[in-house]
């Protein structure tokens, strides 16, 4: 059951979300015609400022409410509530966040807001915008395009491990929430208190996007686009103020900085913490960051010498940007896009397709299952194939130095079969739309995965707008899913765990 002290909570993230829209409200105003309302800048000034004083209102009036009925009663947190919290607190910041969008002068239906307001806070970046039945991304006041850009800001570390930090200051302590939140098959705490771990970790999150402002500004970009561009960037999230996407800038500089950018944003928050911190350079140390690094080197060249080999490039340098940088975005689920890799030959879709399960590094802002995870899988086969040749022998898993305990492979294995299970089955619903099996299969792959961009229909150059309704509705849970690591939502599904 729904208690008192969970809404408490989480009237407080739907007021922060409110506050939030204000900044956006600003780059309406500072491009608006003074008190002419039909000026589409002026217009979604008022309509951001509108959205941002309903969410505020109903932050303080839920607070209200909840703080009188819940007065006498303790306000300890158990790690049920953080599962509650994370899952219903996700979902009413969506709503709340789909408002500019339904309000604005280019008015989306409230289904296609809710989905640009879910694949926007999930980091996910498919889009309803660009298709002939809604409108151009171009077509958006500056104001909603900052607050489209910044959703994905806000969900790329998570506005839940934000609030974290504010938490001791009621009396409750957070590690519930950052334990439901925090990607991965161990929630890494890098201090002992979960508050310092929040804020050192919005601290690096906050200086990467100024760092990577500056440096798109310094090579050509106005600073509202590389401001929005760093927001999705770090996030690994896709959103761009272009129908183009990054394309749209025909600069070969910017294409690499924003890969570089790609690669950090998906690599663990810890070794970037060590590194900026204490001075360590463990990156190279750590076996899943390894991997990483070479999966992205091995698909890339994969990928050159089949679109020179097989496809329409003839051997450039451009081929080989193209293929790093669609690599880079896959396996990190950002999903920019320079080329329309819909086009590549057969081997390279065929790699397109598995890295969007494949995703970045555990402790990162990426989608999909973790490399880690994959990691432990193979190991797990492995341990069961010396098992075989040997009964009698003694073995253990390890990541690392580390030896892998029994409940994280339990979950892990677990967390993997659900995942696979979930992707068949909602192809399967997919393709009761008509779409052909690619298309199924991407849109599932690519919902679940939180990437953005898919294969057939929902290409690169595509739009999720042509989607049905309901077909959009499924792919916003599939994206709810991804985001919080499945067991976070689907254990609300639980008998059990309302019995508890």
Same mark, same amino acid.
């Given at each position: 059951?729904?208690?008192?002290?969970?809404?408490?909570?989480?009237?407080?993230?739907?007021?922060?979300?409110?506050?939030?829209?204000?900044?956006?409200?600003?780059?309406?105003?500072?491009?608006?015609?003074?008190?002419?309302?039909?000026d589409?800048?002026?217009?979604?000034?008022?309509?951001?400022?509108?959205?941002?004083?309903?969410?505020?209102?109903?932050g303080?009036?839920?607070?209200?409410?909840?703080?009188f009925?819940?007065?006498?009663?303790?306000?300890d947190?158990?790690?049920?509530?953080?599962?509650i919290?994370? +899952?219903?607190?996700?979902?009413?910041?969506?709503?709340?966040?789909?408002?500019?969008?339904?309000?604005?002068?280019?008015?989306?239906?409230?289904?296609?807001?809710?989905?640009e307001?879910?694949?926007?806070?999930?980091?996910?970046?498919?889009?309803?915008?660009?298709?002939?039945?809604?409108f151009?991304?171009?077509?958006?006041?500056?104001?909603?395009?900052?607050?489209r850009?910044?959703?994905?800001?806000?969900?790329?570390?998570?506005?839940?491990?934000?609030?974290?930090?504010?938490?001791?200051?009621?009396?409750?302590?957070?590690?519930?929430?950052?334990?439901?939140?925090?990607?991965?098959?161990?929630?890494?705490?890098?201090?002992?208190?979960?508050?310092q771990?929040?804020k050192?970790?919005?601290?690096?999150?906050?200086?990467?996007?100024?760092?990577?402002?500056?440096?798109?500004?310094?090579?050509?970009?106005?600073l509202?686009d590389?401001?929005?561009?760093?927001?999705? +960037?770090?996030?690994?999230?896709g959103?761009?103020?272009?129908?183009?996407?990054?394309?749209?800038?025909?600069?070969?500089?910017i294409?690499?900085?924003?890969?570089?950018?790609?690669?950090?944003?998906? +690599?663990?928050?810890s070794?970037?913490?060590l590194?900026?911190?204490?001075?360590?350079?463990?990156?190279?140390?750590?076996?899943?960051f390894?991997i990483y690094?070479?999966?992205?080197?091995?698909?890339?060249?994969?990928?050159?010498?089949?679109?020179?080999?097989?496809g329409s490039?003839?051997?450039?340098?451009?081929?080989?940007?193209?293929a790093?940088?669609?690599?880079?975005?896959?396996?990190?689920t950002t999903?920019f896009?320079?080329?329309?890799?819909?086009?590549?030959?057969?081997?390279?879709?065929?790699?397109?397709?598995?890295?969007?399960?494949?995703?970045?590094?555990a402790?990162?802002?990426?989608?999909?299952?973790?490399?880690?995870?994959?990691?432990l899988?193979?190991?797990?086969?492995?341990?069961?194939?010396?098992?075989?040749?040997?009964?009698?022998?003694?073995?253990?898993?390890?990541?690392?130095?580390?030896?892998v305990s029994?409940?994280?492979?339990k979950?892990?294995?677990?967390?993997?079969?659900f995942y696979?299970?979930?992707?068949?089955? +909602?192809?399967?619903?997919?393709?009761?739309?008509?779409?052909?099996?690619?298309?199924?299969?991407?849109?599932?792959?690519s919902s679940?995965?939180?990437i953005?961009?898919?294969?057939?229909?929902?290409?690169?150059?595509?739009?999720?707008?042509?989607?049905?309704?309901l077909?959009?509705?499924?792919?916003?849970?599939?994206?709810?899913?991804?985001?919080l690591?499945?067991f976070?939502?689907?254990?609300?599904?639980?008998k059990?765990?309302?019995?508890?």
């Amino acid at each position: 059951m729904l208690k008192a002290k969970n809404l408490n909570i989480i009237s407080f993230l739907i007021f922060f979300l409110g506050l939030s829209m204000l900044p956006s409200s600003l780059w309406s105003l500072s491009s608006a015609s003074f008190f002419n309302y039909s000026d589409r800048n002026f217009f979604d000034f008022m309509a951001i400022i509108k959205s941002s004083s309903i969410t505020c209102v109903s932050g303080i009036l839920l607070y209200l409410i909840t703080r009188f009925l819940g007065k006498n009663k303790k306000n300890d947190l158990k790690e049920k509530d953080g599962f509650i919290i994370v +899952t219903i607190g996700w979902l009413l910041c969506v709503l709340f966040s789909s408002l500019p969008y339904y309000f604005s002068s280019t008015p989306l239906s409230f289904t296609n807001s809710f989905f640009e307001s879910m694949s926007g806070l999930t980091t996910t970046g498919a889009t309803v915008l660009g298709d002939s039945s809604t409108f151009q991304i171009e077509e958006l006041s500056i104001g909603i395009l900052f607050w489209r850009s910044f959703t994905q800001f806000i969900g790329g570390m998570g506005i839940i491990v934000f609030s974290i930090a504010i938490l001791p200051i009621l009396g409750i302590g957070g590690v519930q929430l950052f334990r439901a939140e925090v990607a991965g098959p161990v929630a890494e705490k890098i201090t002992p208190r979960v508050k310092q771990t929040a804020k050192l970790l919005w601290g690096i999150y906050v200086g990467l996007v100024l760092f990577q402002t500056l440096i798109l500004k310094f090579e050509g970009m106005t600073l509202f686009d590389s401001l929005c561009h760093s927001f999705t +960037t770090i996030a690994t999230a896709g959103f761009s103020t272009k129908n183009a996407s990054i394309a749209a800038f025909n600069s070969t500089t910017i294409e690499l900085t924003i890969i570089i950018f790609m690669i950090i944003a998906a +690599t663990n928050f810890s070794l970037h913490y060590l590194f900026l911190a204490k001075g360590k350079f463990d990156y190279f140390k750590d076996e899943e960051f390894k991997i990483y690094f070479y999966i992205i080197i091995f698909i890339s060249l994969t990928l050159f010498l089949d679109i020179n080999l097989n496809g329409s490039y003839n051997w450039s340098l451009n081929s080989m940007k193209d293929a790093i940088f669609t690599t880079t975005s896959l396996v990190t689920t950002t999903g920019f896009s320079t080329a329309d890799f819909e086009s590549f030959p057969s081997l390279s879709k065929m790699c397109i397709f598995f890295l969007f399960f494949l995703g970045g590094t555990a402790g990162s802002t990426t989608g999909a299952i973790k490399i880690i995870r994959t990691m432990l899988i193979f190991k797990y086969l492995s341990y069961e194939l010396k098992k075989l040749i040997h009964p009698q022998g003694v073995y253990s898993i390890k990541i690392g130095k580390s030896v892998v305990s029994d409940e994280v492979l339990k979950n892990t294995l677990g967390f993997y079969l659900f995942y696979i299970f979930i992707f068949v089955g +909602t192809a399967i619903i997919f393709s009761f739309f008509e779409f052909d099996m690619i298309t199924s299969l991407s849109i599932a792959a690519s919902s679940i995965g939180n990437i953005g961009p898919g294969l057939g229909d929902i290409g690169p150059t595509d739009s999720w707008g042509h989607l049905p309704p309901l077909a959009k509705w499924m792919s916003t849970f599939c994206m709810l899913l991804g985001r919080l690591e499945i067991f976070t939502v689907m254990i609300l599904f639980s008998k059990t765990f309302w019995r508890a």
